[in-house]
Nanobody
Framework: QVQLVESGGGLVQPGGSLRLSCAAT????????MAWYRQAPGKQRELVAD???????DYSDSVKGRFTISRDNAKNTVYLQMNSLKPEDTAVYYC???????????????WGQGTQVTVSS
């Protein structure tokens, strides 16, 4: 069974840093794009950043210059390095990826369980 398992969230002061990790586990045949989303209370879930298997990246305007997405294809893991954190970055962060399992030929969307990031003094 394929799963996305997140870690790295927590409480940090404004201006601080956190590094989120999301590892895809199970019988995986292929992963193309991996992405980070976030959802704050009362707000719609939004795309933060994504990265394809070749390393091409895209960022939300609100995090450009502060966040960096990367991935380790050998480990099927995506990271989000978050620097210069602001209170408005407070949200539950979710990783996402369409994944093809070795057991079938279908591509299915997978979501991590979510990890809380709280930026507060």
């Amino acid at each position: 069974q394929v799963q996305l398992v997140e870690s790295g969230g927590g409480l940090v002061q404004p201006g601080g840093s956190l590094r989120l990790s999301c590892a895809a586990t199970g019988s995986i045949f292929s992963i193309y794009v991996m992405a980070w989303y976030r959802q704050a209370p009362g707000k719609q879930r939004e795309l933060v950043a994504d990265i394809n298997s070749g390393g091409s990246t895209d960022y939300s305007d609100s995090v450009k210059g502060r966040f960096t997405i990367s991935r380790d294809n050998a480990k099927n893991t995506v990271y989000l390095q978050m620097n210069s954190l602001k209170p408005e970055d407070t949200a539950v962060y979710y990783c996402h990826a369409p994944i093809r399992s070795t057991y079938d030929s279908n591509w299915d969307d997978y979501w991590g369980q979510g990890t809380q990031v709280t930026v507060s003094s």
